[in-house]
Nanobody, 123 residues
């Protein structure tokens, strides 16, 4: 069993930045890929960025240049740095961890999920 605890969500002004963090505990040695997904109101969950055990990354093209994923294997932490945000990025942002070989962007391939910190905007 793996537990994921996220932090760093909140309210940001348009054009602002946030960094989300996710710490894995428990059987974190079984984790291969870690990822961030988001779910906006009334929409399906979509991937933001994925990072494999070897450091290979896949970032959603619609978010490339604004979102950067990074990972510390030793500390079992993954971050999502977000810059130049605007209200279209309002969503719940979920950290996830998978144990399958290879890097995947499909939510069903991820076994463990965090609680999903909210990112919202103030005018």
């Amino acid at each position: 069993q793996v537990m994921l605890v996220e932090s760093g969500g909140g309210t940001v002004q348009p054009g602002g930045s946030l960094r989300l963090s996710c710490v894995a505990s428990g059987r974190s040695d079984t984790i291969t890929s870690m990822a961030w997904f988001r779910q906006a109101p009334g929409k399906e969950r979509e991937y933001v960025s994925v990072i494999g055990r070897g450091g290979g990354r896949i970032t959603n093209m619609s978010m490339k240049g604004r979102f950067t994923i990074s990972r510390d294997h030793n500390k079992n932490i993954v971050w999502l740095q977000m810059i130049g945000l605007d209200p279209e990025f309002t969503a719940l942002y979920y950290c996830s961890a998978g144990t399958r070989r290879g890097t995947t962007v499909t939510p069903a391939d991820y076994t463990y999920w965090g609680q999903g910190p909210q990112v919202t905007f103030s005018s």
